[in-house]
T-cell receptor, first 112, second 111 residues
Framework: SQQGEEDPQALSIQEGENATMNCSYK?????LQWYRQNSGRGLVHLIL?????REKHSGRLRVTLDTSKKSSSLLITASRAADTASYFC????????????FGGGTRLMVKP | SQTIHQWPATLVQPVGSPLSLECTVE??????LYWYRQAAGRGLQLLFY??????ISSEVPQNLSASRPQDRQFILSSKKLLLSDSGFYLC??????????FGPGTRLTVT
């Protein structure tokens, strides 16, 4: 079973708008990561947030983590058509080595 | 810099035929290596991971096997493919960090 579940499963917005994707997980984690996948391609690592962090920024990306609610959100500000992709959260457990458990992903479409 | 290669990019195989997918990593040594499968429109399912030559761990029972004959080479195999083996296969690596780096993937269609 998947550790992370993204919400919504699909999101369509206009260029310039902000996009927010959410991820929920079930067990304690060491860190949570967000990846991006363009259609038919491999995944690209975007950002990692550790369990003792609450918020992290990278360019137009903002990630929050609430360990009490076992949830995270990814905010993409001022979206561009090139941001169209699927976004996945992945969790690294405390006793699972480096292994990641991926969620089902959010498909984001940014209309020009 | 490190790079990861997968081949072939696409593959169409009949049911019952063998399979061999290859993944190689350049620019690093002793990486952890992973094989994932992704069904259409879905997330990734971890199939195998390896922390060293000859060391393979399987996450789910299946029709597939993996081998690591060299430090930076990871092979996914099957003796007889099933229709349910169709999917997008991704190889990934990491070393010392939790961030994984993915190859371009192989799309397998079993007919």
């Amino acid at each position: 079973s998947q550790q992370g579940e993204e919400d919504p499963q699909a999101l369509s917005i206009q260029e310039g708008e902000n996009a927010t994707m959410n991820c929920s997980y079930k067990t304690s984690i060491n860190n949570l990561q967000w990846y991006r996948q363009n259609s038919g391609r491999g995944l690209v690592h975007l950002i990692l947030i550790r369990s003792n962090e609450r918020e992290k920024h990278s360019g137009r990306l903002r990630v929050t983590l609430d360990t009490s609610k076992k949830s995270s959100s990814l905010l993409i500000t001022a979206s561009r058509a090139a941001d169209t992709a699927s976004y996945f959260c992945a969790t690294a457990g405390n006793n699972a080595g480096n292994m990641l458990t991926f969620g089902g992903g959010t498909r984001l479409m940014v209309k020009p | 810099s490190q790079t990861i290669h997968q081949w072939p990019a696409t593959l169409v195989q009949p049911v019952g035929s063998p399979l061999s997918l290859e993944c190689t990593v350049e620019g690093t040594s002793n990486p952890n290596l992973y094989w994932y499968r992704q069904a259409a429109g879905r997330g990734l399912q971890l199939l195998f991971y390896s922390v060293g030559i000859g060391q393979i761990s399987s996450e789910v029972p299946q029709n597939l096997s993996a081998s690591r004959p060299q430090d930076r080479q990871f092979i996914l195999s099957s003796k007889k493919l099933l229709l349910s083996d169709s999917g997008f296969y991704l190889c990934a690596w990491d070393r010392y960090s939790y961030e994984q780096y993915f190859g371009p993937g192989t799309r397998l269609t079993v007919t």
